[in-house]
């Protein structure tokens, strides 16, 4: 029910906004080359036993000059080592969202995404265990750094599906990136 509510309120939500973008000048006429955007973010971290690397590549295409609606892939690998109950052990996170962003103010853009993330996890005396599926919603808030038609973008998510079992280890998610337009 939490999905279905936030995809209306994101649907409504860039109907409303894109109505009122559309009575702003902008100048002229993009090509559709200039409208395709390719990027994405690349996450690395250690923390005691711990070591982590992922990356998330993404396309996108700007339906307006404020509007972008794009898909994003992503792979995370999370390695533990010598734990005392299941030893040395691995998670592995493959995952896909459609997004769609909506800038408000010079380079300040509010963002939801609906994520499908599969997680498998296998180690030495866990053997391989079954994937197990999880659905994130997130909504935020975020700020691009133009540099022409590209951008490098800074955005806080919040997780609406955020539970204990998430695989995520706060409902907040904070991602850097950078994005190539054509």
């Known amino acids: 029910m939490k999905r279905i509510i936030s995809i209306v309120f994101a649907l409504l939500l860039t109907v409303t906004l894109s109505s009122q973008v559309q009575a702003q000048d902008f100048g002229g006429p993009e090509s559709m080359r200039h409208k395709v955007v390719v990027g994405g973010d690349f996450n690395l971290g250690f923390n005691g036993n711990s070591f982590y690397v992922g990356v998330s590549p993404q396309a996108g295409f700007r339906l307006t000059r404020s509007l972008e609606l794009g898909l994003r892939v992503g792979y995370d690998l999370y390695y533990h080592y010598r734990d005392y109950y299941y030893g040395n052990y691995f998670c592995h996170y493959f995952s896909a969202a459609a997004y769609a962003n909506f800038e408000v103010f010079r380079g300040i853009y509010l963002q939801v995404e609906d ?12 053997g391989t265990n079954a994937p197990t599926w999880y659905n994130s919603v997130f909504a935020g808030i975020g700020y691009r750094q133009y540099w022409g038609n590209s951008y490098t973008y800074y955005s806080v998510l919040y997780n609406l599906s955020w539970d204990y079992y998430s695989p995520y280890a706060s409902p907040f998610v904070v991602r850097v990136g950078y994005c190539y337009g054509f």
């Open 115 to 126: 994520e499908e993330l599969c997680q498998l996890v296998s180690g030495h005396t866990i």
